[in-house]
């Protein structure tokens, strides 16, 4: 669009035109309508116009368009992003935590800008947690002591009792007291105390257990139990003992027990009553648990009460037994070996207890 004015000129009849372009220019107009001015102050103006047109024109423009177009540079400046802080909360696989804003990342290390440490260099595979944050003192506080928990209850697991045990393979009895478990049929194994017991005993049935004991030089003696699975918790059994002196064939005795086990293969606790089928009587309590998937902690007690007479006279003696021990087993051999401190209540006097088992048919897989 041009746009004209027309201006009157001393000395002259005809007009004089101060055109404008299309280009955004800062015109001074200057509108001389009849007015008698000399044509060289005219034309004086008119060059002054130009020059400070000219000069105001080139100052916006450097102005607005410095190394590029404005608009170039206003875009840029509106799509620029600050890329926030970041925090973290590191726990390092020593149990150590550090807590700063994340100053430098690399395929290997973190760079910590602590409170208290300052800059901290984190090798990425000593980091065993990360937290992001920001977080407050409290909240820092509050994880330490969660993940502290978590910590130990963690080791108590890999200390005590865990589903995925494995079976006490000798679960079928403790030191020597019977438990209400059985052999699976034609698992077998085989026990050695002192190098002077020796008993083996195997699984005819499921149900029903029989062996054979020899106390060298003393005497020789067999054993059957049958037991039965009230649920998995809970099982009952009797059997019994006979024995017979080397010296006296016909000089037998002879023992007879019931009892109740409650818990699992792993860990119970079984209630047993005996009786020798003469004067005396004979209470069990004896237990296992397990303090990790070899090892077993086991206890055996007895109260034995015996009657014994003369002339007119009943006397009525009591002994107690208790024993403490452990029972190991060689995963590599198949191995069992118990080893016990026994106290004999009415003597004061304590003694030491082990026994090898063997398994002659290792345990079925169940």
Not at 255 to 269: D, H, K
Not at 333 to 340: I, K, N, Q, V
Request: hydrophobic share 40%; glycine share 8%; with cysteine.
């Amino acid at each position: 669009m041009n746009l004209s004015w027309p201006i009157r000129a001393s000395g002259t009849s005809g007009r004089w035109w101060v055109r404008r372009s299309g280009k955004p220019l800062l015109v001074v107009c200057l509108t001389l309508i009849n007015t008698e001015i000399p044509m060289k102050w005219f034309r004086g103006a008119i060059w002054a116009c130009m020059l400070i047109t000219g000069g105001v024109w080139n100052t916006i423009k450097a102005q607005a368009t410095p190394n590029g177009s404005n608009a170039s540079a206003v875009g840029s400046m509106d799509t620029l992003v600050v890329s926030p802080a970041e925090w973290l909360m590191l726990q390092l696989t020593n149990g150590n935590w550090f807590y700063g804003e994340v100053i430098e990342k690399t395929d290997a290390t973190i760079v910590l800008n602590t409170d208290i440490l300052g800059k901290v260099t984190i090798q990425k595979l000593d980091i065993k947690r990360s937290i992001s944050g920001p977080l407050t003192a409290a909240e820092r506080q509050e994880i330490e002591d969660n993940e502290r928990a978590k910590d130990q209850l963690i080791g108590l697991n890999n200390l005590w009792p865990r589903a995925a045990y494995e079976p006490d393979p000798n679960a079928t009895r403790y030191f020597f007291a019977p438990s209400a478990f059985q052999l699976k049929q034609g698992e077998a194994y085989y026990q050695n105390s002192y190098g002077l017991y020796n008993q083996a005993s195997t699984g005819v049935s499921n149900e029903f257990t029989i062996g054979t004991n020899i106390l060298a030089p003393f005497a020789v003696g067999f054993t059957a139990k049958f037991g039965v699975e009230l649920n998995s918790k809970v099982h009952i059994s009797g059997g019994g003992l006979v024995a017979f002196p080397f010296w006296d064939l016909d000089d037998s005795f002879g023992l007879g027990f019931a009892n109740l086990t409650l818990g699992s293969e792993n860990s119970n606790v079984t209630f047993t009553l005996g009786t020798d089928f003469q004067n005396s009587s004979i209470l069990n309590l004896s237990a296992l648990l397990p303090l990790n998937d070899q090892t077993w902690l086991i206890t055996e007690n007895y109260r034995i009460t015996s009657q014994w007479y003369w002339g007119d006279n009943t006397y009525t003696n009591y002994y107690g037994i208790v024993s403490l021990g452990l029972r190991r087993f060689a995963q590599r051999r198949g191995f069992t070996w118990d080893y016990a401190l026994v106290l004999l209540t009415d003597e004061e006097m304590v003694f030491p207890f082990y026994s090898l088992t063997i398994p002659i048919k290792p345990k079925s897989e169940r």
